[in-house]
């Protein structure tokens, strides 16, 4: 790892396991916009409810695309803390063994 990297794992894996947290509370929002983005235009009648039902596609298109997005991201953190944590255990292993020579 580069000495002039101060990083500390478990602050890595808490980061990861936050935006993780933050990924299912997204979910959890976006289902519940896309229900209520289900609901208006079925309210709205004629052109109104057709220009609502497309804007709505486009939101739920927009959601789910950020939603995967997101997602790819915190899979992205959270495999970069373990392989930092597995290389920082690695080094300490190095360090010590070339202290007890």
Do not use: C, W, Y
């Amino acid at each position: 790892m580069n000495p002039g990297l101060n990083v500390n794992p478990e602050e890595l894996k808490k980061l990861a396991e936050h935006l993780n947290g933050t990924v299912t509370e997204f979910n959890a929002t976006a289902g519940h916009l896309t229900q209520l983005a289900g609901e208006l235009p079925r309210l709205l009648q004629g052109k109104a409810g057709d220009a609502a039902r497309a804007a709505m596609g486009e939101f739920v298109t927009a959601l789910s695309e950020l939603g995967a997005e997101e997602q790819r991201i915190a899979e992205k953190v959270s495999d970069f803390a373990k392989t930092f944590a597995s290389g920082e255990s690695l080094r300490a292993t190095a360090i010590t063994q070339t202290r007890n020579g």
